[in-house]
């Protein structure tokens, strides 16, 4: 990543106003989540909105808890400006197409992953083509054509891939069973599922500093929500260790042609009520996704021409080739028992909302682990489900909400935790603290999910790709990665992470330009001016947005 030299251009701009002038451009309403609970991400915010400032912008910085931004951002897409936010590191996500596809393909832009509204016909056609290129070296050249149009757009601006940190107890657990996943680190499903006790204490008890929003098969509601689903819920495949899908669920599962694949599901599972899990309970998983009551699911299955049952074999027919189907689709779909869920769907169908509202009271899968109770903003409790065909070691998971940092490294050290899942502050201090502990392993890793601020692709100024490209050059990621992750991170220009080594296109980072005149040059070329030190909008062009 490359810093300009400096030039005169901010200077320049200053010097005068063309006759044409637009309208002052409003306050820019800039979320974070508080200090306490993402540290990393709000002294991040703090560096941008003092960069943008410079340009002569009003920006201003609301912070506001995960529930509430996610709830604005998420459902009330016309009504923001910009947004922290957070692509976590997904096991299924070690194929690109979830990324750069369901994130910014036209298609997801109304109620799935698209909420920023980005829309360019070209770049649909690429991740179109990606998705059904065989050829895994021509499939490389579609997904590096993606990260290149996107660094030219600038859609979102993307500031890092952490380091995440985390860290165990390691006078509770073997470390020899701790599980480091490819692009995720040991906070994962295999971790837990292998995590084998030394001594008396049998449970995991680990911290969050995000509340959960739901347990839900069919709601994607966030981060810390998908360490619960993916252990209560099975899948036909999931990705291993080494970032390749492993049949799960399934089996086995077979290509019959480039468009036709059969799944032999395991035989004697259970759903935690005891109910056996059956073909029919797959094929209706997978018809529920695109049944319009799951929209965050759909494009993982709007692929799927056919699902046939012939025994104890579900043979899923394509309309179209698709390279990434087995980690994109069959590792992604939760399965859910069709006796409980069909008649929930059937009575949301009477109803404006859809199942990403519905909370089940108990929710019920075959996964490693069995729900126990969520007392909401205090805890979450699973139990190992000794009947799995993969049972854990431990006897129970037990997810607390720690929002401040300092407080959940305390609670490690003094064995409250036995497990730091998250750690969004210093890692220093992490690292000093299991130094001067003994008892505490830490293991760092660099993550295939990113750190981002989402533009508001639907709002003006932000609809316009010159402006994005502006604020985007203003802030060097070298400055966040040193100042706000203590350089535990990798400055990013890119939403495929380096740690997918074949994926990344290196290019869009080690090019990219960055600096307070590179900014002004873009917004001069692109026809913004200054006047009284605020930036106005090019030639005639008026705020259509009240401050």
Aim: hydrophobic content about 40%; overall charge negative; glycine content about 6%.
């Amino acid at each position: 990543m490359r810093r300009a030299v400096v030039s005169t251009a901010f200077l320049a701009l200053l010097a005068g106003t063309p006759a044409f002038a637009g309208d002052q451009i409003r306050t820019i309403d800039l979320f974070t989540r508080p200090q306490a609970a993402q540290p990393q991400e709000f002294q991040s915010i703090q560096l941008i909105a003092q960069e943008w400032r410079k340009l002569g912008l009003d920006v201003n910085v609301r912070v506001m808890p995960w529930e509430q931004m996610s709830d604005v951002v998420w459902y009330q897409r016309d009504n923001w400006d910009a947004t922290a936010w957070q692509m976590v590191g997904r096991p299924e996500r070690s194929d690109p197409d979830e990324i750069v596809f369901n994130l910014f393909h036209s298609t997801t832009a109304d109620k799935g992953y698209n909420f920023i509204g980005y829309l360019n016909p070209e770049y649909d056609t690429v991740v179109e083509a990606e998705r059904v290129e065989i050829d895994e070296a021509k499939r490389k050249e579609l997904i590096d054509k993606a990260q290149e149009i996107l660094a030219a757009d600038q859609p979102n601006m993307m500031l890092v891939h952490p380091k995440q940190t985390f860290a165990f107890d390691k006078t509770v657990w073997d470390p020899a069973s701790v599980v480091e996943q490819s692009g995720i680190g040991i906070r994962n499903t295999w971790t837990f599922m292998s995590l084998t006790p030394i001594g008396e204490q049998k449970d995991i008890i680990l911290n969050s500093g995000d509340n959960v929003q739901a347990i839900n098969p069919l709601y994607i509601s966030g981060g810390v929500d998908s360490w619960v689903f993916e252990l209560v819920y099975d899948r036909l495949v999931r990705v291993g260790p080494d970032g390749l899908p492993k049949a799960w669920a399934a089996e086995s599962y077979e290509w019959k042609d480039d468009k036709t694949i059969a799944v032999t599901l395991r035989e004697g599972m259970k759903w935690h009520d005891g109910e056996p899990v059956t073909p029919e309970d797959v094929k209706f998983s997978f018809e529920t996704a695109v049944s319009g009551e799951a929209p965050m699911y759909a494009p993982f299955a709007t692929n799927i021409e056919n699902i046939a049952i012939d025994g104890s074999t579900i043979t899923f027919t394509l309309k179209q080739p698709a390279a990434s189907f087995v980690t994109s689709s069959l590792a992604k779909i939760n399965l859910i028992p069709k006796h409980v869920w069909e008649p929930i769907i059937a009575d949301l169908k009477t109803k404006e909302e859809n199942a990403e509202s519905y909370q089940e009271e108990m929710p019920i899968g075959s996964g490693p682990f069995r729900f126990e109770r969520w007392l909401t903003n205090e805890e979450i409790v699973l139990s190992a489900n000794t009947d799995h065909f993969n049972a854990p070691k431990a006897e129970r998971w037990i997810l607390r909400i720690v929002p401040n940092v300092e407080a959940a490294l305390g609670m490690l050290r003094s064995g409250e935790i036995n497990f730091l899942a998250e750690f969004s502050g210093d890692p220093q201090v992490l690292l000093q603290a299991a130094e001067q502990d003994g008892d505490l392993e830490t293991v760092s890793t660099v993550e295939m999910g990113f750190r981002y601020v989402a533009f508001n692709n639907r709002r003006p100024p932000f609809d316009d790709p010159a402006f994005r490209r502006a604020l985007s050059s203003a802030v060097d990621r070298r400055l966040i990665v040193k100042a706000a992750y203590r350089g535990y991170a990798e400055p990013s220009n890119s939403v495929v992470s380096p740690a997918l080594g074949f994926w990344h296109n290196a290019a869009v980072v080690e090019g990219f330009e960055a600096g307070h005149d590179v900014a002004v040059k873009i917004l001069e070329d692109a026809g913004y001016t200054l006047e009284g030190g605020r930036l106005h909008y090019p030639g005639d062009q008026k705020e259509t947005l009240a401050e």
